[in-house]
C-alpha cells in the first residue's frame, strides 16, 4: 500500500500520520493506522476539503517516544507544513507537547494523552478530543454504580485496576482515588510492566483479594494476556472492564471463548458498520486502495482511526471557514479550527458517522469537546453495547483538570490564556 | 654478594588445593642482593610458591616475613608496595595495551595524582607522567625494545612479550625481582641477553632475585644459591654446587646427563 | 603520499604524548571542529539538528561514558540507560526544587547522583565478572526503571510520572534555538571527550585497561581491583549522568522512564562495539553510524522514489540494521575505530605496501 | 616446482600478512619428506609460529591470511582445507602456549584428542594409555582442571592430546618450553620413538636448538619472515654461525666448552644473513 | 496458607517456563561460548513459523485436520530453524571464530534484529494463535483442606513436564557423549579446538539446530499460551536472571535457577510487592540473582570461573 500520497502542488493539506505497525503493540496499531489513512483516502475520494486535496505520510514510531519525536521532526515541516500531529502514544505525546507550541503545530490525542490537556487555556496546541483517560475512569465508576443500583452501594465494595505500568496506564489512577474517597470503595491498583506477558503475580493477588470488579488499562499483548489469566485463575470476565484501548477485537480474539462476558469502554464509537464504512469500503477498497484487508473496515481500533481523522479533517474545515475555503490552512489556523470545533448531529449525519459517535463541540477552554461514553461486551464473535451513554461528572473532574493544568503551567512558567486572547 | 642479610623468609608454608598438595612445610630464606633460583620438576610448586609470596594464593599453613615483618597473609598490594615485583610464566601482560603502556603500569604505584587533575592533565599531573614516562624509556632502551613502544603487546613475537613482561617488573624498582621461568622460549642468544639483563639489574641496581628456571646451564651459571622443590617438598638447597651433587636433586630432577 | 610521519621527530616525551601526535591528523581535527562550530550552523536545517545532531551529541557523550566502563576497564554493562535515567531525573529535582539553580550545574548534580548510583551498583563487579555481571547490571536498569515510575517524589508528584522542564539557558543565554542547543552539546561534549581522554591516557586509565585485560596480574603490580573498578563505575557513571541529563532537558524536554528503557542500555552497548571499545574516537564513530543508520534506512525507500509499506519498510530497516551490524564486526571485530586506524597505517605505506 | 613421492608436505613460497597489513612471511619455502622430523629454527618473532599456523590453517583464527605461494599435503593443495579437514588427513598442530581446555579435566581434555577418530573406544583406551605411559604425570593429574594444573603439565596436556588424534604428521610448535630438562628429553625421545616405530613425521618449531638439531634430520633457519639457511642436521650444527648465534658454543670445539651465561659481557648484535 | 501454596506452585509453573527458555541459552553458551542474545527472537522466529505453517499447511493442502496440521507445522517449522541455524553458522559464526565474547554478543543482537525483521516480514505482524490443545480452564485440588481448593493450572503443568523432559535429555547428552565433550571443548577455546579436528561449523550448526528445536517448543508453549506475537521475544528478558542464577553452562541450573527465580519472583511481587507499589517483580527477579551470584560468582551450577597466573 501506498504510503506518500505525497504532494505534487504545495496546495494540498499535509497530515503526517505516526503510527506503528511494528513492535510489541503492532496488532493495536495497525487497525488504527489503516483506519486513520483509509479515512484521509476517502476524504480524497470525495473531493478533498472544500476542493483541497489532502496528502499525507506514515511515519514509524515503534511506540517509541524518541523514534516518535524523530518522526514529528522530519515530518513537521515536509509539504509545506504538518496540520496537525496525533501520536497514539501518551509517551510520544508528553514529548510532543514540549515541542508543538513552538512549531505551532495543533495536537491531536481523541482519546488518550495527558487528561489535563482538556484545559485550552494552559494546553493551548492539545486536543484530547471526545475524551480522556479521567472521563474514561468516571463513566466506568458511574456504570459500575449503575449496576449495583446506586452510587451508595458501591461503599465496601473492591475495584481493583490492573494497569500498563507508563503514564498511560496511570492516568486514571487520581480520579478513581478521588471516586474511592467519594463513595468509599476499596481502590487498589496492580501494575504490570511492559509489554504484560507475564502477569501470574496480578492475576494470583486477584484471586487472594478477589475484588468483585478490575478495571483493565492495558495495551497490546497485555489485554489478551489479563484475559487469559482471568481465565486460568478462574475470575469472571463479565467482572472486567477495559478502558477502550482493552476493548477492541485483538484484545479478544485469539482469547476467544474465554473472553464471553468481558466488558470494555467504547469511546463514542464501538465496532459496526456505519455509513462511513460503506463509503470507505466503496470509495477506497472497491477501487483497490485499501490500506489493510476488508475485514476490518468496521472493527473498533480500525473506526477509531476513522473517527480521529474525521476530527483532524473537519478542524481544518472548520478553520477554512474562517481563513478562506478552498485553501491551505497552516497548523496555526488549523488550530482555531480544533478549538472551534461545532460537530452537531447533522454534521455527523453527513458525514456518515450517526451512529458511531455523539456530537462534539470545542472551545478555547474546553479542548475535549465531548465527554460521552458507554459500555460493550464481547460474546465470543462480536462487541455488543450493554449500556446507555453516561458522562462524565464535571464537578469531579473540572478541578482536577484545572488544579493539574495549574501546576504544569507554573512548571512551565506559562500563563493561563485570558478570554480576549482566545479570540484571536 | 650472597652474605647479605635475609630480606625474604618463607616459613613452613604449606598449600593444598582440595587434595592437591602443591606446598608442603616448605622454608627458605632470599639474602638481600643475591639471586636464588627455584628449581623442580613440572608440577613441584615453584610457580605456586610465587603467588604465595605475591598473595596471589593463601597458603594454609606457614609465614612469610619481608625485612623482619612477619605476614601469615600476603596481600598483593601490600606486597607490591613493600617491592617486590613479579614476571609470569604463562605471560600476564595486558594485551589490549601498547608496550609503553604496559611499562607504565608498573611506575603506577608511584603516580600519586588524582582522577580530577588526571582529566584536566594540567601541571602536576602532567609533570609527573613526564618524569615517569622518563624512567619507562630508560628501561625501553635498556630492554632493546624501542621499535616496539607504541605496538600493542598482543601482536609481538612471544620472546618480545617475555621481554615487555620483565620490563614491567623492572618498571616498579623492586627491591626483590621474582621471575618465573623468563627465558622459557628463548634461543641461546636470547638467552644470554636475557641473562645479562638480569645480572645487570642485580649488580647496578641491587636488586634481589629470584628465579624459576628450566634451563640448568642458566641457573648453575648466574645464581648464588638454589631451592630445589620436588612434588611439594623441599629436596635441596645450596650453592649450585651443592645442589648439582645432591643425589636427591639429581634423582628427583637433574638425571644423569647434568 | 600525504599521510607520512616522516620527518616529524618527537623532541620531547610531552610532544610524543600529544592526543595526535602526527600533524595531518591534528589539521583533520582543526578542520572537523571549524566545520562542526562554523559550517554546519551556516546550513543545517532543524530536522538535522533535532533528528540528528543533538541526539548524535548527546549519545556520543553517553557512549564515551559507557566506552570508560566496558572498553576500558572492560567491565560489560547493560544499565546504561539506568545511569541516564538516574542523571536525567536527578538534574529535574535540583533544577525544580532549587530555585534558581543554573542548568549546567543541575546537570553536573545529577551526574554527581548517577555517580553514587552507578558506585552502589558497581560493588558486585568486584565479585561478579563477565557476561554474570553483564546481565546482574540489569538489576539496575530494571531497578531504576521500576523507582521513577513509583516513586511520585522523583517526578515531583506529577500523577502520570512523567516530568518536563522549560526555560533552558546556559550562561544567561536561552536554550530555545536547536542551533544554540546544538551548540551547547558541542560544547559540552567535546570538553568531556577531552577529559575522557586525559583520564584514559593517564595512570588511572592505565590502571582500568590493566583491570580489563588482566586482573591478577594487575593486582601483583600493585592496582587495587577495588579502587580501579569503582572509579571507572564512578567516572563512566557520572559521564553517562550527565548524557542522561541532557537527553532529558535538551532533547526531550518531557520523558518518562521509558526514554531510558533496557532498549537504550542495548543501543549505547552497540555504539561502543561497533565504534570501537576502548577509544574515544571509536565511541563517536558508533554513535553516528547507530543513530544515524537507522534513519538513513527508513528514510531510503523514499529517497529513492520507492513506495514501501510502511511495516514493510521498518521491518526490512531491522533486517538491514541486524545485517550492517553483524558485516561491521565480521569486517572489524574491533571495531570502526579500528578499522580508521588500518587505514591509517594502510595510508601511511600506500602506495608500496610493504 | 614438482613434488617429489616421497615428499610429504611441500610449502612453496608463501607470503602471510595479518590484519591487512602486518606482512610476516615473506616468502617461505620448505619441504618435508614423509617420516623425517623436521626442524625449523629462529629467534622471536621470525615467523616460526606463523609458518605452523598456516600448514594447519588455523590463521583465520588470528586474521592472518596467506596471501601468496602454495601449500601442498601429498601433492594436494590445503590451503582452502578447515583445520578438522586437516586432522582427518592425520596433519595436527600442537600449539604455541598450551591451549588446554581450562574447564575440562586433563584425561577430558586428551580424549577430545581423540574426536576425529573412528576406529573404536578400545582403540582410544589403548592411545589413553600409550599417552599416559609418555607422561606419567598426566596420570596423576587426569581428573584435576586443565587450567589447574602447572605450565608444564599442560605442555604435557597439550602435546598427549595430539597424539590421541594417531596423527601421522605432527606440527610441534615449542614443544619444549616450560619443560624440566629430563621432560624435554623425554619429549624428543617420544618424538623419536613415534618417527621410528610409527613413522610418524614432525615439523618442529624450536627455541631450544641443541636438542632440536639432535633429533632431527633436517632444518630450516628462519629469520625475519625469510628462510636464511637449510640443511641436513647434522651439517648446520657444525656451522660456525649456527654454532654462534644458536648454539652458543662459538668459536669453541664441542658443546662443553661454551661460555658460561654469566661471562657474557656485552649484548651481542645479531649478526643479519639478509640486512 | 492456601494462598500461600498457590504462589508457591504458581512461581514453581512460571520458572519451568523461563527455564525453557533459559535453556536456550546455556546451550549455545555451552557449547559455543557465545551469549545468544538472539534466543528471544529465536522463540519468537519459531513461534511464527508454527502458528503459520499449521494455518498454512491445512489450507494449501486442502484438509482440516487440526492435529495432522499441528505436526506438519511443527515439521515445517523446525526445518525453518535447522536452516536458520546453518545460515547463522555460515554467515556469522564461521566468520567470527575465536573472537572475543562480547563480540559474539553483539552479533547475536544483530542476528536478533534481523530475525526479528525477517520473521514479521515473512509471516506478519499480527497475533496469531497455536492450538495444541491445551487446556486452558484450571482444575482445584486438595478443596477439602483449603477452602476454594488450590488452583493448578494443567496448561503450566504439562509445560513444566515437557521442560523436564528436555533437561534430562540434554543433560545426559553434555555430560556423557564424545559430542557433549567436544561442545564444551569449543566453548574454551575456539582455535585449540579447531586445531585437534573438532568441526566449528558443523558442530555450530547441530547446536543451533538444537537451540532452534528448544525455542521452537518455547515458543510453542509460550505461544499457545499468549498467542504468537512480538512481545514473545521480550520473554528473553525473564529468561536472563535465570541463566546468571543457574549458571551460564549447566543445563539442570537452568531448572533450578527457573524454580528459583519463579517462586522468588512471585512471592516477592504478592507479599512485597503491595507494600512498594507492585510491579517489582523484574528487577526482584535481577537483584535475586546478583544475591546468589555474591556467594558463587559462577551460578549454582556454572563452572568455576578461572583466573590463573
Ligand atoms: N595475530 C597477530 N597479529 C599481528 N601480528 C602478528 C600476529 N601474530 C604474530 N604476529 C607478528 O608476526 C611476526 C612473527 O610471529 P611468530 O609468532 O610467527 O614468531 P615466532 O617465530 O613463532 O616467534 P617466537 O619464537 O617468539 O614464538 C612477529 O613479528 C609478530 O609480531
Ligand atoms: N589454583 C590451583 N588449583 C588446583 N591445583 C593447583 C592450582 N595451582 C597449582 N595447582 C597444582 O599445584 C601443583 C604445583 O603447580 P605449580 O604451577 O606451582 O608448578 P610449577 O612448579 O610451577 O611447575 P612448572 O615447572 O610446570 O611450571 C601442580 O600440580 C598444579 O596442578
Ligand atoms: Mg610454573
Ligand atoms: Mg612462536
Keep these: 500500500a501506498p504510503v506518500t500520497a505525497s504532494a505534487q502542488a504545495a496546495k494540498e493539506q499535509f497530515f503526517p500520520v505516526l503510527v506503528y505497525r511494528t513492535g510489541a503493540y503492532a496488532p493495536n496499531g495497525v487497525p488504527f493506522a489503516n483506519g486513520y489513512v483509509d479515512y484521509l483516502k476517502l476524504v480524497n475520494a470525495q473531493g478533498g476539503i472544500n476542493g483541497v486535496k489532502l496528502s499525507f505520510e506514515e511515519c514509524e514510531t515503534g511506540y517509541a517516544t524518541d523514534r516518535g519525536v524523530e518522526c514529528y521532526e522530519r515530518l513537521k515541516g515536509k509539504n509545506g507544513g504538518a496540520t496537525v500531529f496525533q501520536p497514539l502514544s501518551t509517551g510520544i505525546t508528553f514529548a510532543l507537547t514540549e515541542k508543538a507550541p513552538a512549531d505551532k503545530i495543533p495536537l491531536i490525542t481523541a482519546g488518550y494523552g495527558r487528561s489535563e490537556s482538556a484545559d485550552g487555556n494552559v494546553f493551548k496546541w492539545n486536543f484530547p478530543l471526545a475524551g480522556t483517560y479521567w472521563v474514561a475512569a468516571d463513566v466506568l465508576i458511574q456504570h459500575l454504580a449503575k449496576k449495583e443500583g446506586g452510587f451508595d452501594k458501591l461503599k465496601g465494595k473492591k475495584i481493583t485496576l490492573v494497569y500498563h505500568d507508563s503514564p498511560y496506564g496511570k492516568e486514571p489512577i487520581p480520579l478513581l482515588t478521588e471516586r474511592s474517597k467519594m463513595h468509599g470503595f476499596e481502590f487498589s491498583a496492580i501494575p504490570v510492566t511492559h509489554p504484560g506477558v507475564e502477569q501470574k503475580a496480578a492475576w494470583l493477588q486477584i484471586r487472594q483479594s478477589r475484588p468483585d470488579y478490575i478495571l483493565l488499562w492495558g495495551w497490546g499483548v497485555m489485554n489478551s494476556a489479563a484475559l487469559k489469566e482471568a481465565v486460568a485463575t478462574g475470575y469472571p470476565r463479565d467482572k472486567m472492564y477495559g478502558v477502550w484501548w482493552a476493548a477492541a477485537e485483538p484484545d479478544v480474539k485469539d482469547v476467544g471463548e474465554g473472553a464471553k462476558g468481558y466488558n470494555g469502554l467504547a469511546l463514542q464509537h464501538g465496532a459496526g458498520q456505519a455509513k462511513v464504512h460503506q463509503d470507505v469500503l466503496k470509495l477506497v477498497h472497491e477501487k483497490g486502495q485499501g490500506t489493510g484487508p476488508k475485514e476490518e473496515v468496521g472493527t473498533v481500533l480500525y473506526t477509531r482511526g476513522l473517527m480521529s481523522a474525521m476530527l483532524a479533517v473537519e478542524g481544518v474545515r472548520r478553520a477554512q471557514e474562517r481563513y478562506g475555503k478552498g485553501k491551505v490552512v497552516s497548523g496555526e489556523q488549523a488550530r482555531w479550527g480544533y478549538e472551534n470545533l461545532a460537530l452537531d448531529q447533522k454534521k455527523l449525519d453527513a458525514l456518515g458517522f450517526s451512529g458511531v459517535m455523539r456530537p462534539i463541540s470545542t472551545s478555547c477552554a474546553d479542548h475535549m469537546g465531548a465527554s460521552y461514553a458507554r459500555v460493550h461486551t464481547w460474546d465470543g464473535s462480536k462487541w455488543n453495547f450493554s449500556s446507555d451513554w453516561f458522562q462524565s461528572d464535571d464537578q469531579i473532574i473540572k478541578p482536577m483538570v484545572k488544579a493539574a493544568a495549574d501546576k504544569y503551567a507554573s512548571e512551565k512558567k506559562l500563563t493561563r490564556r485570558t478570554p480576549e486572547e482566545c479570540q484571536s | 654478594m650472597a652474605d647479605g642479610s635475609v630480606i625474604l623468609d618463607v616459613r613452613n608454608i604449606s598449600l593444598r588445593f582440595g587434595g592437591v598438595k602443591a606446598l608442603s612445610d616448605i622454608s627458605f630464606d632470599v639474602r638481600e642482593h643475591e639471586v636464588r633460583a627455584i628449581i623442580g620438576p613440572n608440577g613441584a610448586g615453584k610457580s605456586s610458591m610465587l603467588n604465595c609470596i605475591n598473595g596471589v594464593y593463601q597458603p594454609q599453613e606457614g609465614s612469610i616475613s619481608f625485612r623482619g615483618k612477619t605476614f601469615k597473609h600476603m596481600n598483593s598490594r601490600q606486597v607490591a608496595e613493600m617491592g617486590v615485583a613479579r614476571t609470569f610464566q604463562n605471560l600476564a601482560l595486558f594485551k589490549g595495551m601498547s608496550v609503553l603502556d604496559n611499562i607504565m603500569t608498573g611506575r603506577n604505584l608511584r603516580m600519586k595524582s588524582n582522577l580530577f587533575l588526571q582529566a584536566l592533565r594540567i601541571g602536576p599531573a602532567e609533570r609527573e607522567e613526564m618524569a615517569h614516562r622518563a624512567v619507562v624509556e630508560r628501561i625501553i632502551d635498556f630492554l632493546e625494545i624501542q621499535a616496539h613502544r607504541k605496538t600493542p603487546v598482543g601482536r609481538l613475537p612471544y620472546g618480545l612479550q617475555k621481554r615487555v613482561d620483565l620490563g614491567r617488573a623492572l618498571a616498579m624498582e623492586p627491591q626483590v625481582l621474582l621471575l618465573d621461568e623468563p627465558m622459557a622460549g628463548m634461543n641461546v642468544e636470547e638467552k644470554q641477553d636475557m641473562c645479562r639483563f638480569i645480572l645487570d639489574v642485580n649488580e647496578e641496581f641491587g636488586t634481589t632475585i629470584v628465579l624459576i628456571e628450566h634451563d640448568m646451564g642458566v641457573v648453575m651459571d648466574i645464581s648464588d644459591r638454589v631451592v630445589v622443590l620436588d612434588y611439594g617438598k623441599k629436596i635441596g638447597d645450596g650453592t649450585p654446587d651443592e645442589v648439582r651433587g645432591n643425589e636427591d636433586v639429581i634423582r628427583a630432577y637433574l638425571g644423569t646427563s647434568h | 603520499m600525504f599521510y607520512r610521519e616522516n620527518g616529524q621527530f618527537k623532541t620531547s616525551y610531552r610532544a610524543d604524548q600529544q592526543i595526535f601526535p602526527i600533524r595531518q591528523d591534528r589539521i583533520a581535527i582543526l578542520l572537523m571542529l571549524g566545520f562542526a562550530f562554523l559550517v554546519i550552523p551556516a546550513f543545517a536545517s532543524e530536522y538535522l539538528y533535532r533528528a540528528i545532531l543533538i541526539p548524535f551529541l548527546i549519545l556520543s557523550l553517553a557512549a564515551i561514558g559507557l566506552n570508560i566502563l566496558v572498553g576500558y576497564c572492560g567491565q560489560i554493562s547493560l544499565g546504561t540507560g539506568a545511569f541516564m535515567a538516574v542523571g536525567a531525573y536527578a538534574a529535574y529535582n535540583f533544577q525544580v526544587r532549587i530555585d534558581g539553580m543554573p542548568m549546567l550545574l543541575a546537570m553536573l548534580l545529577g551526574g554527581a547522583c548517577a555517580t553514587a548510583v552507578g558506585v552502589l551498583f558497581g560493588i558486585p563487579s568486584l565479585r561478579i565478572k563477565g557476561l554474570y555481571l553483564a546481565v546482574a547490571t540489569l538489576a539496575a536498569q530494571f531497578f531504576v526503571d521500576w523507582a521513577f515510575l513509583r516513586v511520585a517524589w522523583f517526578t515531583n508528584n506529577s500523577s502520570s510520572g512523567s516530568v518536563n522542564v522549560s526555560n533552558l539557558s546556559f550562561l544567561g543565554i536561552p536554550l530555545d534555538t536547536p542551533v544554540a542547543k546544538y551548540l551547547f552539546c558541542l560544547d559540552v561534549v567535546l570538553v568531556f571527550a577531552l577529559l575522557a581522554k586525559n583520564l584514559v591516557r593517564g595512570h588511572i586509565g592505565r590502571e582500568w585497561m590493566a583491570i580489563r585485560d588482566m586482573d591478577v596480574a594487575a593486582a601483583v603490580i600493585g592496582i587495587r581491583p577495588v579502587y580501579a573498578k569503582l572509579s571507572a563505575f564512578a567516572v563512566s557513571s557520572f559521564i553517562v549522568g550527565v548524557a542522561g541529563a541532557m537527553w532529558g532537558f535538551v532533547h526531550l524536554g518531557s520523558w518518562e522512564p521509558a526514554a531510558f528503557s533496557i532498549d537504550r542500555s542495548f543501543q549505547l552497548l552497540f555504539m561502543v562495539i561497533i565504534g570501537g571499545l576502548g577509544s574515544i574516537m571509536g565511541s563517536f564513530f558508533g554513535a553516528a553510524f547507530i543513530v544515524i543508520l537507522p534513519i538513513m534506512l527508513n528514510q531510503l525507500p523514499a529517497l529513492f522514489g520507492v513506495q514501501i509499506d510502511t511495516a514493510l519498510a521498518s521491518h526490512l530497516e531491522s533486517m538491514i540494521f541486524g545485517a550492517l551490524i553483524v558485516f561491521f564486526l565480521i569486517v572489524e571485530p574491533h571495531g570502526i575505530a579500528r578499522l580508521w586506524s588500518t587505514a591509517k597505517e594502510k595510508l601511511r605505506l600506500w602506495p608500496f605496501p610493504h | ?275 | ?309
Design chain 4, 1 to 275: 616446482m614438482s613434488t617429489s613421492p616421497n615428499i610429504l608436505l611441500n610449502v612453496n613460497g608463501i607470503e602471510v600478512i595479518y590484519n591487512h597489513v602486518i606482512l610476516v612471511l615473506k616468502g617461505v619455502s620448505l619441504q618435508v619428506p614423509e617420516g623425517s622430523v623436521v626442524a625449523l629454527l629462529g629467534g622471536n618473532g621470525a615467523g616460526k609460529t606463523t609458518t605452523l599456523r598456516s600448514v594447519s590453517n588455523l590463521l583465520a583464527g588470528e586474521r592472518g591470511d596467506v596471501t601468496k605461494g602454495s601449500i601442498e599435503l601429498r601433492g594436494e593443495r590445503i590451503e582452502r582445507l578447515t583445520p578438522a579437514q586437516l586432522v582427518q588427513r592425520g596433519v595436527i598442530q600442537v600449539m604455541e602456549g598450551r591451549h588446554c581446555f581450562a574447564h575440562l579435566t586433563i584425561e577430558e581434555n586428551l580424549l577430545t584428542g581423540a574426536y576425529t577418530r573412528t576406529d573404536g573406544k578400545a582403540a582410544v583406551a589403548q592411545t589413553l594409555e600409550k599417552v599416559y605411559n609418555y607422561f606419567p604425570r598426566l596420570k596423576t593429574r587426569r581428573t584435576s582442571l586443565a587450567a589447574y594444573t602447572s605450565g608444564g603439565e599442560q605442555q604435557m596436556c597439550a602435546i598427549g592430546r595430539a597424539l590421541m588424534a594417531n596423527p601421522n604428521m605432527v606440527l610441534l610448535d615449542e614443544p619444549s618450553m616450560g619443560l624440566a630438562p629430563q621432560i624435554v628429553e623425554e619429549v624428543f625421545e617420544i618424538v623419536k620413538d613415534l618417527n621410528q616405530r610409527e613413522k610418524v613425521t614432525f615439523l618442529l618449531a624450536e627455541q631450544n636448538t641443541n636438542i632440536a638439531l639432535r633429533y632431527a634430520d633436517y632444518g630450516y633457519i628462519l629469520e625475519s619472515g625469510r628462510i636464511v639457511m637449510d640443511g641436513k642436521a647434522a651439517e648446520l650444527r657444525e656451522n660456525e654461525d649456527v654454532k654462534e648465534f644458536y648454539l652458543g658454543t662459538g668459536g669453541a670445539k664441542d658443546d662443553s666448552a661454551r661460555k658460561s651465561f654469566r661471562d657474557v659481557k656485552s649484548y651481542k648484535r645479531r649478526k643479519r644473513w639478509l640486512a
Design chain 5, 1 to 309: 496458607m492456601g494462598f500461600f501454596l498457590e504462589t508457591l506452585f504458581g512461581g514453581l509453573m512460571a520458572g519451568m517456563l523461563y527455564s525453557l527458555i533459559a535453556l536456550g541459552f546455556v546451550l549455545i553458551y555451552k557449547a559455543s561460548g557465545v551469549f545468544n542474545f538472539a534466543q528471544g527472537a529465536m522463540v519468537l522466529f519459531a513461534a511464527l513459523a508454527m502458528a503459520r505453517f499449521s494455518q498454512w499447511i491445512p489450507a494449501w493442502l486442502g484438509f482440516d485436520n487440526r492435529t495432522l496440521g499441528n505436526v506438519l507445522g511443527f515439521v515445517a517449522a523446525m526445518a525453518v530453524m535447522v536452516a536458520v541455524a546453518w545460515l547463522i553458522n555460515r554467515l556469522v559464526l564461521s566468520k567470527l571464530v575465536n573472537q572475543e565474547g562480547i563480540t559474539l554478543l553483539m552479533a547475536t543482537l544483530g542476528i536478533a534484529y534481523f530475525l526479528d525483521g525477517f520473521g514479521q516480514t515473512v509471516f506478519g505482524s499480527d497475533i496469531y494463535k497455536i492450538d495444541i490443545g491445551m487446556p486452558k480452564e484450571p482444575i482445584f485440588i486438595l478443596d477439602r483442606l483449603f477452602e476454594g481448593g488450590l488452583l493448578i493450572n494443567k496448561e503450566d503443568l504439562y509445560a513444566a513436564l515437557i521442560a523436564a523432559a528436555l533437561v534430562a535429555a540434554l543433560s545426559l547428552f553434555f555430560q556423557k557423549t564424545a559430542t557433549g565433550r567436544a561442545l564444551r571443548a569449543v566453548a574454551d577455546d575456539h582455535q585449540a579446538a579447531q586445531s585437534i579436528g573438532i568441526p566449528l561449523n558443523r558442530i555450530w550448526v547441530i547446536v543451533w539446530s538444537v537451540a532452534g528445536f528448544v525455542a521452537l517448543v518455547a515458543g510453542v508453549i509460550w505461544g499457545s499460551k499468549l498467542g504468537v506475537q512480538f512481545s514473545l521475544s521480550l520473554v528473553a528478558l525473564k529468561a536472563l536472571p535465570v541463566v546468571i542464577l543457574g549458571g551460564l553452562t549447566s543445563v539442570p541450573g537452568a531448572i533450578v535457577g527457573g524454580l528459583i527465580i519463579g517462586v522468588g519472583e512471585k512471592l516477592s511481587e504478592v507479599y512485597l510487592g503491595p507494600m512498594l507499589g507492585g510491579g517489582i517483580e523484574i528487577w526482584f527477579a535481577y537483584v535475586l540473582a546478583l544475591l546468589f551470584l555474591l556467594v558463587r560468582p559462577q551460578g549454582l551450577f556454572g563452572e568455576k570461573i578461572i583466573d590463573r597466573v
